[in-house]
Each structure stands twice: as C-alpha cells, then as structure tokens.
C-alpha cells in the first residue's frame, strides 16, 4: 500500500501507525488527535522517520498551502525575524503555531486550566506562555486571533481560514512605520483539510516536500507543550520544563475521539 489512513479513535492509534510501517506502507494519515500520551506520539514520529514515511497527523488548518505562503514569506524576511508568537489556545489536535516554531521548546508556564470536561475531554483551557530555545516566545490567550506572528521587521496574521494580513517596517518621510500591506498572493482555491493533507502527503512521496505541514513531528511538538501547560497550572502556574521527563503523561479527549 501506498498511503494508509488511519481513521480509528485516538487509543490504537499509534499501535495501528507503528504496524503500518513495519507492514511496509509508504505514508501514513491519521485523524486527530495523534495520540494521548508523549510515550505513543514519541513512538510515531521516530518509527515513521527511521523508515522515511510522511506522517500526517489530522485534517486541520495548518493543511491549505496559504501556510507554505506564509511560511515562504518569513524566510524570505517579509517581517524580519520572528520574535513571538500568539494564538487562542494550545489545542495540540488542531494547533498550527509549532508549523511555524524553528527551535525546540524549553519551558512553559500556564494557569487557568480548567477541569475534565462531562465529555472527557482534559485539553487544555487556560492561558500561558511558552519559550522557545532561540527566544521566541508563544503566548496561548484568550481572545487572540488564529495566529499573530510578530517579527522585528513586521507582523502576520490568520484570521478565517483563508484570510491572511500583513504588516511590514516602511521607510516614510516621518520615520519608518508599520504599516499593513497587500498580502502578495490571493488567497484562493478550495477549502479542504482532507485533501490540502493528502496532497502534502504525496508531495513528499514524489520529492517535492520533506515533511506535511501538519506532520507528526509537529504535531508532537503540541502536544508536549499542552500537556506541560496542564501541569503548571495545576502547580499554580509554576515553570515546567520540556523536555517532559515522564513519557507516560498525556491527555484524555472527547469520548468521541
């Protein structure tokens, strides 16, 4: 087989991704969430890459290729370099900032977080920060839009899924000023989460990309980063260090998931 889409609820489902590699599939899609634990998401992401297997982890924003946009903007320094980041919440099964996060996490605080849902679900419903190594910060708040990203040399922003802003440093005759700009490409096409990951999926079978947008890797990365928010706040919004040491801790979702 060439892709296998793993649509199952989230407690097989890295047992059902690791066996799929080693049944010889060529790429793997899964629904979201990835995983409840950092040990299975672990486990995923370092199965699917020593066999080289594109891993998609869900049908979410961070698909539509406006992102490869916005991604191809910042390198080429459209708004200079990143320096923080903001979005409404953490969600590690619909997240999009750590597309955009080029250094590792080191540690998080968050406060807030609210108890295990009727549903079942222990997401994360609080607030917080999170650091990164190379000192970009990410700031999970509540009314924030989709995603801001501020550099030193502009702003970007996401609002509805296809609307994207930009803002960049401007020589005027009074001083330079941050002023809004056109985005500069429209932003157009359908909009499907499905489809926008499986062409990902077989662009990095053909060569064409390394790694899906919403790939396993970064998903991973979300996931690590929520769960310690949940930790912190409930040590009253102490710093928590990542790497997590126990690979146990995970979160619990929906019981639908």
Known sequence: LDIVAIA????????????????????????KPM??????????????????VP???????????SFTIARDLIGSGAIGEVVSMDVADVLAQHQNWSYFLDSKPLWVSGVGDTPRRELGSSEFGGQGIMVAEE??????????????LTGTAGEMLRGAPLEWRLWQDIETSSGVKRVEVPWPEPVIGMYNRVVHGLSDVIDCLEGRLDEPKNSGRTVAV????????????????????????DRSMGLHYDWFR
């Open 8 to 31: 199952t609820n989230t407690k097989d489902r890295a047992d059902l991704t690791c066996l799929a590699v080693e049944n010889g599939v060529k790429a793997v899609m899964t629904d």
């Open 135 to 148: 000192g970009v910060v990410v700031h999970f708040r509540s009314g924030a839009p989709g995603l801001r």
């Open 55 to 65: 891993l998609l982890c869900g049908a979410t924003t961070t698909n539509h290729p």
């Open 35 to 52: 995983a409840h634990t950092l040990e299975e998401s672990d486990r995923m992401v370092k199965t699917c890459a020593e066999a080289g």
């Open 222 to 245: 979300a996931l690590e980063v929520e769960i310690a928010l949940c930790l912190s706040s409930s040590m009253g919004g102490a710093k928590v260090d990542i790497p997590i040491e």
